[in-house]
């Protein structure tokens, strides 16, 4: 399963890439939004700089989003962003006009990732559109008492019936549990924010071993 880093934020890029198992990004205007402090100060400009400040950090797929409704102008902004970087992908909203837009690039050999995605049949869609990666949001549905993750498995057992190459992102990742269910259902991708990823590496028995380890080790003579 590859892993991507769900943030903005170059600190926890460059810190996960030094783990040595960040296959790609993502992001969003709320995640960029983060990042930007006052507002005003911020640009389209300096968003497309930022991204390729990613791009140079990471060597796998880095999902930047439209940021607007309509699918012409989501194709025109779609083919700026994509000429920042043979690794952006473009991350398309799953409405009509989305769906729109992620064939336009899925003819032209640009690649985009369907998201704001919560059910099976809009990720259906985004496959037959030529999307070439899923979001489901499996947190956001937890937040309403949905299952997420049942989503998740739905999309895997719809695309496998037909051999879609649509890639799927479990997204909205809340908690390590998140990632082995991504795993056990055979997710592509999970994409995880910074602060799970360290809480992937813990676990109390570790640290107490360890502990009891290096107090052992003291006894030995160097
Ligand atoms: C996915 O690509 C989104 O950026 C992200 O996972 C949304 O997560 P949230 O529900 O925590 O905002």
Known sequence: MKFFIDTANLDEIRAAA??????????????????AGDPGNFTYRDFKEHIARIC????????????????REMI??????ADIHENVVIKCPLTIDGLKAIRHFSDHGIRTNATLVF???????????????????????????TEGMALV?????????????????????????????SAMLGADIATIPFSVIRQLVNHPLTDL??????????VMKK
């Open 18 to 35: 030094e783990l040595g198992m960040l296959d790609g990004v993502t992001t969003n205007p709320s995640l960029i939004a983060k990042i």
């Open 56 to 71: 140079e950090i990471v060597e796998g797929p880095v999902s930047a989003e439209v940021t607007c409704l309509d699918s």
């Open 76 to 81: 025109v902004e779609g083919e700026e962003l």
């Open 119 to 145: 059910s099976p049949n809009q990720a259906l869609l985004a496959a037959k559109a030529g999307a070439s990666f899923v979001s489901p949001f499996v947190g956001r549905l937890d937040d309403i008492s």
């Open 153 to 181: 498995e739905q999309i895997v057992h719809i695309y496998d019936n037909y051999g879609y190459a649509t890639e799927v992102i479990v997204a909205s990742v809340r908690h390590p549990q998140h990632v082995v269910e």
């Open 209 to 218: 071993g360890l502990k009891k380890f290096m107090e052992d080790a003291s």
